[in-house]
């Protein structure tokens, strides 16, 4: 079991950022992946928000830059997860997939994970390759020339959506209401592309599918149709697609914590305000993790800075700084 000043766990802006900071203060932070290395980004198509880009960046590439800049200043970053902590015991302990760990200093970044829709065949059909699919940058490819749908009214929905008419034929972006929540700009960019519409108020009731055998013998379920239902009128109808791509939110990743961090009625971890302190001395918690609010690449980041600060404040506190 090895002891560290500073573990990080989880990546993405906040989980690099506040390495990179504790990097720079001399503090050796232990960085892990956990199963979405680089977080929610990696499954973000072009960032054209994200200060210093002024032409944008793709998801993938800032969290390598960000990984990079990170392993620059002497992080260690292990492909590990993390399975059990108890962040109440002196030191703080770790357990992952591969070993046990000890810190003065926790710093979570675990960020969030997309929802599905809770009609059990999207969640299943996406682990076996039948068309489905919470990730546009991961898998639009394989949509070329096809008529897809997209679930959601958000930004991450209609940034999806409009990104898979780079591939498909056809996109329906479905959605339970009759206004998207998406901003202005994303619905205005949207509602100008030919090969995109909206089917306004209806959700997915059911995927049907068909059974495809592959050039290896194997049998497959592709979807083949949604089963809608109007959320005005309660009609039901079918709309034929050959691929789905679910976009309606996330939820934080705390399970880990349960019974041992305070969390809000969402499950997000709460900090001191203006702080990402939490109430137990050396746990801070940064990113989309504690953040219901803004959950932005560049809240994250800064708020993995701040944890990297607080990290250090508090140790140099009990005597235990670089």
């Avoid at 960046?57 to 990079?68: Q, T, W």
């Avoid at 109440?88 to 979570?108: Q, S, W």
């Avoid at 949509?143 to 929905?157: H, L, P, Q, S």
């Amino acid at each position: 079991m090895s002891h560290h000043k500073v573990i990080i766990i989880g990546t993405g802006p906040a989980g690099y950022t506040a390495a990179i900071y504790a990097s720079r203060a001399n503090l050796a932070p232990l960085v892990f992946e956990g199963a979405q290395p680089g977080g929610q980004l990696t499954i973000t198509t072009e960032v054209e928000n994200f200060p210093g880009f002024r032409e944008g960046i793709l998801g993938p590439s800032l969290m390598d830059e960000m990984r990079a800049q990170a392993e620059r200043f002497g992080t260690e970053i292990r492909s590990e997860t993390v399975l059990r902590a108890d962040v109440a015991a002196t030191p703080k302990r770790v357990a992952t997939d591969k070993g046990e760990y000890t810190c003065d200093a926790l710093i979570i970044a675990t960020g969030a994970s997309a929802k599905w829709m809770g009609i059990g065949k999207d969640e299943a059909l996406s682990r076996t390759g039948g068309g489905v699919s919470a990730c546009a940058t991961c898998d639009g490819f394989f949509f070329r020339g096809k008529e897809i749908a997209v679930v959601g009214g958000g930004d991450t929905a209609v940034e999806e959506a409009t990104f898979l008419t780079k591939f498909a034929s056809k996109v329906t972006l479905i959605h339970r209401r009759d206004q998207l929540r998406a901003s202005k700009a994303m619905q205005e960019r949207a509602f100008a592309n030919p090969k995109l519409q909206v089917r306004w108020n209806a959700v997915v009731e059911d995927i049907a599918t068909r059974t495809q055998t592959l050039a290896t013998g194997e049998t497959v379920e592709k979807i083949s149709a949604l089963h809608l239902k109007d959320t005005v009128t309660g009609a039901l109808d079918e709309l034929a697609v050959e691929g789905l791509f679910v976009a309606i939110g996330h939820q934080p990743n705390t399970h880990l914590f349960a019974g041992q961090l305070p969390m809000d009625a969402a499950g997000y971890l709460q900090v001191v305000p203006g702080t990402t302190r939490t109430p137990v001395a050396g746990v801070f918690a940064c990113g989309d993790v504690q953040d219901h609010q803004y959950r932005q690449a560049i809240t994250a980041a800064g708020s993995g800075c701040m944890a990297a600060i607080d990290a250090e404040r508090w140790l140099g506190e009990q005597g235990l700084g670089a």
